[in-house]
Every structure is written in structure tokens, then in C-alpha cells.
């Protein structure tokens, strides 16, 4: 089994606005840096060459991440070890709060490659039902540990 993970996002401006160049600016960067990391199997990309243009809102400045990892260690690793970190804790300077958590997990089979709509359906799951089997945060996994230092705080 592989570990997918899904991460929604609401930009303060639209990509292409000043206010969000330095992390529109290093995507491509970031991205790249994900693909080189051991344990990387795949990611969702669409035609901007990341996942700017994929719409599951009305609203252009929700952006969403979907990606499949062969393990905790290798997410967990990529998110909180290397300059991914970096970006992360200047979250609150490109995207708004959200009023609730807006990331999820779950195992797929190897080769599986979720769709769009598969990954927000688990993100649904997730918020309507909290940690089960079928999705799940960082506290369902008894192998996460650099979360717990990292802890996902309000922005």
C-alpha cells in the first residue's frame, strides 16, 4: 500500500498577483524537490505544469495538492525535512485560514493514482468523521513523528 494525501489551500490573491509571487515563484522548485525525494511515487499535475488550475471551487484562489508517497516516513520527511518546511511556516503570508482542516491521507493500492474527485470525497470523509481507516491526519499514524514537533498550528 501507498500513502495519498490531499492539501486544499485558499490563496489571498489569484496566481500571477504580486502578494503571492514568492510562492508561485518557487513551486516549480518545490515540486522538483518533491520528485527527487526517495519514497515519491506521484503527483497530480494539471496544464500549468503544477496544480494551479485545477478547479474544485468556484473561486480561482483554491488551490489544491494531491500526491501519493510509498510511505509515512517519505511524506513526512519531504513535508517537514527539507526547505518544503521553509514555505510552510510562511503559509499565513499567501493563503487564508480556512475554517476547518483542509488535508487528508489515506492508503491506496500500489499504481493507484487517485483523481481529483476521489481525494476531496476522502477530505469530506475526513472533516464530516475524523480520523477513520478510510482517511485520516497525522495523529492516525503511530509512524508520523516529526509532525508532533511541527504541529500543524492555525496560521
Not at 504580486?18 to 526517495?38: C, T
Not at 470525497?121 to 482517511?135: F, K, S, V
Amino acid at each position: 500500500m501507498q500513502l495519498a494525501e490531499i492539501n486544499i489551500a485558499h490563496l489571498t490573491h489569484e496566481i500571477g498577483h504580486p502578494a503571492v509571487a514568492d510562492f508561485a515563484d518557487n513551486l516549480d522548485r518545490i515540486n522538483a524537490l518533491a520528485e527527487r525525494m526517495p519514497g515519491f511515487v506521484w503527483r497530480h499535475v494539471d496544464p500549468s505544469g503544477n496544480a494551479t488550475e485545477t478547479r474544485i471551487d468556484p473561486d480561482p484562489r483554491v488551490i489544491v495538492n494531491l500526491s501519493v508517497w510509498e510511505g509515512v516516513e517519505a511524506l513526512e520527511t519531504f513535508v517537514w525535512g527539507t526547505a518544503h518546511v521553509q514555505f510552510y511556516r510562511r503559509r499565513a503570508e499567501w493563503f487564508h485560514a480556512m475554517e476547518r482542516m483542509q488535508f487528508a491521507m489515506w492508503w491506496v493500492e500500489d499504481g493507484h493514482r487517485p483523481t481529483v474527485a476521489e481525494a476531496v470525497e476522502r477530505l469530506a470523509h475526513h472533516q464530516a468523521h475524523g480520523d477513520t481507516d478510510h482517511a485520516f491526519g497525522w495523529a492516525h499514524l503511530p509512524a508520523a513523528t516529526r509532525w508532533r514537533s511541527a504541529r500543524c498550528e492555525p496560521a
